[in-house]
């Protein structure tokens, strides 16, 4: 791994933690595969915004692709947890175990 994704990887996860989220309840909004590629490493989703002059097909890893932050409306946001019920599962697992 590169040494930007493992920087941009320790922001996201110090935003993560400042807003006690879990990481896979998380939605990184980025302009580079970087910013995809550290977003899915922590197993958050990934938003690019591409701008006018980028083609879309540039960020295929991306979980979804916009042209303008003012495309992005809560519909297509939600619609990256689609399976809430795996978002669920995922989060119960990173719990540390009580020892009680």
Known sequence: MRRGVVQVEFY?????QQL???FVRCIVVGDSN???????ELGMKSVIVTGPNQPAWNFSGADLVVRSLSSLSFVNMKS???????????????EEPSYS
């Open 12 to 16: 996201y996860m110090c935003a993560a």
């Open 20 to 22: 006690q989220r879990p």
């Open 34 to 40: 970087r910013s995809v590629e550290a977003a899915h």
């Open 80 to 94: 990256l947890f689609g399976n809430e019920d795996l978002v669920e599962a995922q989060f119960e697992m990173e």
